[in-house]
């Protein structure tokens, strides 16, 4: 996720260095933490040059652990995007999340622990157990941006990391005053997994969509022209894709809002 906060602006992400706090070195477990990171770093073509291993006895149990990570990226003055760039007619292009994207677990563990759910059931039509849903990795978007970013040009003027706060939360901040990023709801299916924890919590709408990603992980928005291109673009590299939504003209102080109702 640190390298998809980086490659928004248009930055490459070249490096990244990671910090583990535990309560005892387990050299195994630690070796597993970092292969773990060393994957994700390969997969965004990014050099994971370093980091630190600190042991806390007494502050952590033997078992527990802290994992942060820092990526440094770069990217050319003229060549940054963001708001600056977004205009009235622009689409939202957005790409599919593989799932919570470890964002919103403190409502999940409240509905596990006062709904009393096994991470062992297996949830209807998913075949996987809640367990694995909650363990998918994060989608990690860098290179597919980067390559979207080389073959639309100036086209493709922001991206929105949809991470803590949903949607709208995050796409609003790449979104000029007197603008309004408008997405339809119908233009996608809200994921199982999302559906079977809101029902079982019995948590409204808002409250999932402010918390979850509800299933976009990442939005691009770009000229309409480059619409057709941007949707072949990311097909050749296997990522699904849909436009979600447009960019209009508005007098509300509203900069992101979803309409529509998701098709279940």
Same mark, same amino acid.
């Given at each position: 996720?640190?390298?998809?906060?980086?490659?928004?602006?248009?930055? +490459?992400?070249?490096?990244? %260095?990671?910090? &583990? !706090? %535990?309560?005892?070195?387990?050299?195994?477990?630690? =070796?597993?933490?970092?292969?773990?990171? =060393?994957?994700?770093?390969?997969?965004?073509?990014? =050099?994971? @040059?370093?980091?630190? %291993?600190?042991?806390?006895?007494?502050?952590? #149990?033997?078992?527990?652990?802290?994992?942060?990570? !820092?990526? %440094?990226?770069?990217? +050319?003055?003229?060549?940054?995007?963001?708001? /600056?760039?977004?205009?009235?007619?622009?689409?939202?292009?957005?790409?599919? /999340?593989?799932?919570?994207?470890?964002?919103?677990?403190?409502? &999940?563990?409240? @509905?596990?622990?006062?709904?009393?759910?096994?991470? +062992?059931?297996? &949830?209807?039509?998913?075949?996987?157990?809640?367990?694995? @849903?909650?363990?998918?990795?994060?989608?990690?978007?860098?290179?597919?941006?980067?390559?979207? $970013?080389? !073959?639309?040009?100036? *086209?493709?003027?922001?991206?929105?990391?949809?991470?803590?706060?949903?949607?709208?939360?995050?796409?609003?901040?790449? @979104?000029?005053?007197?603008?309004? =990023?408008?997405?339809?709801?119908?233009?996608?299916?809200?994921?199982?997994?999302?559906?079977?924890?809101?029902?079982?919590? *019995?948590?409204?709408?808002?409250?999932?969509?402010?918390?979850?990603?509800?299933?976009?992980?990442?939005?691009? $928005?770009?000229?309409?022209?480059? /619409?057709?291109?941007?949707?072949?673009?990311? /097909? #050749?590299?296997?990522?699904?894709?849909?436009?979600?939504?447009?960019? &209009?003209?508005?007098?509300?102080?509203?900069?992101?809002?979803?309409?529509?109702?998701?098709?279940?």
């Amino acid at each position: 996720m640190v390298v998809d906060d980086l490659v928004v602006c248009g930055a +490459e992400p070249l490096f990244m %260095t990671d910090y &583990i !706090a %535990t309560g005892k070195v387990h050299p195994e477990k630690i =070796a597993d933490i970092v292969k773990g990171i =060393a994957r994700g770093c390969e997969k965004a073509n990014t =050099a994971l @040059i370093g980091g630190e %291993t600190a042991e806390h006895p007494g502050l952590m #149990a033997d078992d527990e652990f802290d994992l942060a990570g !820092a990526a %440094t990226g770069v990217v +050319e003055s003229e060549n940054l995007l963001g708001e /600056s760039k977004v205009q009235e007619g622009d689409l939202l292009l957005a790409m599919p /999340s593989s799932g919570f994207h470890a964002n919103g677990y403190s409502l &999940i563990r409240h @509905i596990v622990t006062s709904k009393s759910l096994s991470l +062992e059931k297996v &949830i209807p039509e998913t075949q996987k157990t809640l367990g694995e @849903i909650l363990l998918t990795p994060t989608e990690i978007y860098t290179r597919d941006c980067l390559v979207l $970013i080389k !073959a639309l040009g100036t *086209s493709l003027h922001a991206f929105s990391h949809i991470t803590g706060g949903g949607l709208a939360a995050n796409t609003e901040r790449v @979104i000029p005053k007197g603008l309004c =990023a408008t997405f339809n709801r119908s233009t996608w299916t809200l994921p199982l997994e999302f559906q079977y924890l809101s029902t079982m919590g *019995s948590v409204p709408q808002w409250d999932m969509e402010r918390t979850w990603n509800c299933g976009v992980g990442m939005v691009a $928005i770009i000229d309409k022209e480059a /619409s057709e291109l941007a949707l072949k673009t990311l /097909s #050749a590299r296997g990522m699904k894709a849909w436009i979600a939504g447009e960019v &209009i003209r508005t007098n509300s102080e509203s900069r992101s809002v979803l309409r529509g109702n998701y098709i279940v």
